[in-house]
C-alpha cells in the first residue's frame, strides 16, 4: 500500500543549527513528491518539489531535499536553521497523477529555540 | 502566482445550521479542487475531491449528504456543512490544481469551524 513516514514527530533545533526532516516512502512507481510547510492556523505552503531529473532539489527559503531512490527518502535539509522556521512540516507523495491526489505524512513540528 | 483564497477564515454557528466555505483559485483556473479536513496537531485527512462540472468524489466514511461539495467553475468550490453539529468542528482546508502544472496542489489558508 502507499504510505508515507514522517519518523519525528517533534524535533527541537537551535538557531543557526542545521536541520534534516525525514520522510520515507512507499510507492510502486516513481513518486511525485512535495514538502510543504503549515504555520499555526494557516494553509499549507510548498516549499519545494521532485517530478523528475536532477534528485537534488532547491525551495523557497533557503530548503532543499534529496531524492533517494535506493531508500526510498525524501530528507528535507535546511543549513541553518532562523527561528522563523519553527512550524509543522509535511512532506506528501502523489500518489495518483490521473486524480493529483496526496498521500501526507503525519508532519513533523519544529521547535527553534533561541 | 498560485493564489487560492478561502473564505471565511474563521466562522461560529449554532448546531443545526449550515455553513458554506469558499475556495478560489485567483490567478488560475483549477481543474481539480481538494477538501480536507484536519484535527488539532493531526496531518490533513482528505474529505473529497472535485473536478469542475462533475460530482465530487468523497472519500470513505466521509458523508456525502453532510459535506456538499460544489465546484461550478474553474475558480470556485464550495464545501457547505449542512445541519452542523459540535463534533463538525474542525479546521478545514482546500487546495487547487490545474492539470497544465502537473501534480501540484496549492492551498488556502484554511476554515476553522466552530459549532457551538
Known amino acids: 500500500a502507499q504510505s508515507v513516514t514522517q519518523p519525528d514527530i517533534h524535533i527541537t533545533v537551535s538557531e543557526g543549527a542545521s536541520l534534516e526532516l525525514r520522510c520515507n516512502y512507499s510507492y510502486g512507481a516513481t513518486p511525485y513528491l512535495f514538502w510543504y510547510v503549515q504555520s499555526p492556523g494557516q494553509g499549507l505552503q510548498l516549499l519545494l518539489k521532485?517530478?523528475?531529473?536532477?534528485?537534488l532539489v532547491q525551495g523557497i527559503k533557503g530548503f532543499e531535499a534529496e531524492f533517494k531512490r535506493s531508500q526510498s527518502s525524501f530528507n528535507l535539509r535546511k543549513p541553518s536553521v532562523h527561528w522563523s522556521d519553527a512550524a509543522e512540516y509535511f512532506c506528501?507523495?502523489?500518489?495518483?497523477?490521473?486524480?493529483?491526489?496526496?498521500?501526507f505524512g503525519t508532519g513533523t513540528r519544529l521547535k527553534v529555540l533561541a | 502566482g498560485a493564489v487560492v483564497s478561502q473564505h471565511p477564515s474563521w466562522v461560529i454557528c449554532k448546531s443545526g445550521t449550515s455553513v458554506k466555505i469558499e475556495c478560489r483559485s485567483l490567478?488560475?483556473?483549477?481543474?481539480?479542487m481538494f477538501w480536507y479536513r484536519q484535527f488539532p496537531k493531526q496531518s490533513l485527512m482528505l474529505m473529497a475531491t472535485s473536478n469542475e462540472g462533475s460530482k465530487a468524489t468523497y472519500e470513505q466514511g466521509v458523508e456525502k449528504d453532510k459535506f456538499l461539495i460544489n465546484h461550478a467553475s474553474l475558480t470556485l468550490s464550495t464545501l457547505t456543512v449542512t445541519s452542523a453539529h459540535p463534533e463538525d468542528s474542525s479546521f478545514y482546508i482546500c487546495s487547487a490544481s490545474a492539470s497544465e502544472s502537473g501534480n501540484i496542489q496549492y492551498f488556502g489558508a484554511g476554515t476553522r469551524l466552530s459549532v457551538l
Open positions: 490567478d488560475f483556473q483549477a481543474t481539480t
Open positions: 506528501a507523495v502523489g500518489a495518483d497523477s490521473g486524480t493529483y491526489k496526496y498521500i
Open positions: 521532485y517530478f523528475s531529473g536532477d534528485t
